[in-house]
């Protein structure tokens, strides 16, 4: 038998038992969601977690953030991101 994703693995009840190992005073996330935010719907944001990692979704919305937030303000000239499937080519103009 074939194995494609990690995501094959997950499901609710793994999800909810990494959540509750994790610090609930530790910093908030790239999207600005704390524990207590977070646990505050948690039935409903692991379903949507699971079904974004499922699909390939997930790791888009965290690079983009990432990319916006840490990358961009470090350049000079202008910057995109182009995503495609699982892959990215960030494409940078110099000026001087």
Known sequence: MGFTSLAYLLD?????????????D???GVDGQTWFGYEKDLEAN??????RAKSGTFLHYVLDVWFRQEVQPRLRGRAHLIRYADDCAPEMACTR
């Open 26 to 28: 530790g910093a908030p």
């Open 12 to 24: 609710i009840d793994w999800l909810e038992a990494a959540f509750h190992r994790t610090r609930k």
């Open 46 to 51: 692991l379903r949507s977690l699971l079904d």
